[in-house]
């Protein structure tokens, strides 16, 4: 019984096949997490600007609750919606 050599083209094929698939992969992961980290940094910014212009002492007992709950009613949201995206 002899094992058929595999030919050259497919070797190329499956070879730049992975590689495309993974420069894609990173590409659109690191995309992702860009723009988290400047979501952060836009967050951060308001409050820091918040802070030099003494809002935070105006508004800053209201403010944190409502941020807060608005952060954690999106996490949830998103959180859900993905458990859900596991069984459609």
């Known amino acids: 019984m002899f ?3 595999p030919r050259v083209e497919s070797l190329y094929n499956l070879l730049t096949f992975s590689l495309t ?3 894609t992969f990173i590409l659109a992961s690191s995309g992702v997490e860009l723009g988290q980290l ?3 940094g836009l967050v951060f910014g308001a409050l820091t600007a918040a802070r ?3 809002l935070a002492s105006v ?3 209201r403010a944190l609750p409502a941020a807060t709950y608005a952060i954690g ?3 949830a ?3 859900f919606e993905r458990l859900a995206g596991f069984w459609m």
């Open 38 to 40: 400047a979501f952060i």
């Open 3 to 5: 094992i058929k050599q």
């Open 21 to 23: 698939f993974l420069i």
């Open 52 to 54: 030099r212009i003494k």
């Open 77 to 79: 949201f998103w959180f």
């Open 73 to 75: 009613i999106l996490a």
């Open 59 to 61: 508004i800053g007992h």
